[in-house]
């Protein structure tokens, strides 16, 4: 038997039962544990629709000087990518929850492939806003096909969805794209909107493209959704992969998106200066607007890197400025405290307090999205309004930076130009090996394939019940402005 505290001993002389704790212990010691069921989400693959269809034959990385695939180099069927990983164990030893769980195919290379290099015509479109690591996507697809499977035919499609069909398709090679991974943005351009599912579809069979990868958001994805659909529909031998594009990190089931990393090292230089500002000035204020239209996680990570943020706010948490508890209240006490206050806050926070007019409230940008209002700005003069109010003739100023185009448009960093690589090959293989109709990025640190509608439908929200916001709380002595609403009612 293991070694037990004094308490323990007591409980167990005196005939009581062992706490929870020591039960599962002891019961681990004797005996194994098992896990509930598993259910392998299905994945789509050109077979399913193409019943003709037959191997291309073995992969070519057989013959790569490059490469020596050995036993378990080949990934198949059985490797699978657990979606949930963390678990607890009841004091029987069996998994209280979930009741079963998700997996996902593994990503990687197959042993037996379904295109041709020969025949094989790859389209990489980019769409939506700009985010970093778009260039090094595109880089490490051209390289891929071309070195890893011998592919010539790699066509970039410019400006977006509209580009299938308004814009000729630009030849891609390595060469022209070797130092593409050092720069910003995207080289074949983007836009939002000019989504024509007819136009797009008629073009992707006219051209004779049989692979294309598609790079965006969550509006891309639900796009590239409809494309698979309809190429199934006609049963064309078409292999349609998504890679999740958005600096917001908003994208579900996957661990992050690329860009993400890089976009908060430059968020981090933001409240950095604005810290600066503040510090240097009688009751000085440093606002800092940060990416998030429906999640907060820049925000999130940002404030845990800089630990000079007092009060972070995020679209997934209500925050009120007058009263007892409120965001004013907190920030007087503040200036009283230290002199000066950082405050940052996500773009789709406080969305509900800001007056809007009916037009405002129909408005919706190319993509269908509501188009924000600027709460940076709004913060700003709400915040001279209360000072002037309440301290009329006391010195005060609000340094407000927005650094969103400067996050967006910077060269991915190191990180994520290695996860860019990472998810760029990973989803040449899939389509290699047949699939469609999936998105391919990290599960728990481990590559899977994984549909795209459950992408599309998917969101990654911050979980405010979660150890990290409790964490952020924590470092901000920030009021948990839901409670005291509720307390002041």
Known sequence: MANLSQPEATNLAAGQNPPPEQQLQDHLDDHAFSFSPITLKKLPHLSDYLQDLRPAGPNPLD??????????FYVNTSDIVLRQVACRLSPSGTIASPSHHLAYIRAGPRKQIFFDHFA??????????????????IRELVVGLWDLYGVRQIYGIKAGYRGFYSIHPIELNPKMVHNWHRRGGTVLETSRGGFDLTKIVDAIENHGFNQVYIIGGDGTMRGAVKIFEEVRRRKLKVGVTGIPKTVDNDVG???RSFGFQTAVEMAEQAIHAAHVEAESAVNGIGLVKLMGRST?????????????VDCCLIPETEFYLEGKGGLLEFLEQ???????????????????????????KEERDESGNMVFLDVGAWLKTELKKWWDREHPHELFTVKYIDP????????????????????????????????SGFV???INA??????????????????????????????????DFVKSKQNSA
């Open 63 to 72: 013959h790569n000087p490059f490469f020596h695939p050995s036993d378990g």
């Open 120 to 137: 094989t015509r790859a389209a990489i479109v980019t769409c939506g806003g700009l985010c970093p690591g778009m260039n090094t996507v």
């Open 253 to 255: 089931i996957i661990d």
């Open 296 to 308: 907060g996680h820049i925000a999130l990570h940002a404030t845990l890197s800089s630990r000079d």
């Open 334 to 360: 503040r200036l009283k405290e230290r002199g000066h206050a950082v405050v940052v806050v996500a773009e789709g926070a406080g969305q509900d307090l800001i007056r809007r007019t009916t037009a405002q």
């Open 404 to 435: 969103t185009y400067m996050i967006r448009a910077v060269p991915a960093n190191a990180t994520d130009n290695l996860y860019c690589t990472l998810v760029a090959h990973s989803a040449i293989h899939g389509l290699m090996a047949g699939y």
């Open 440 to 442: 391919t990025g990290p």
């Open 446 to 479: 481990n590559h899977a394939y994984i549909p795209l509608a459950d992408v599309a439908q998917a969101r990654n929200e911050v979980n405010i019940k979660d150890h990290k916001w409790e964490w952020v709380r924590s470092i901000t002595n920030q009021p």
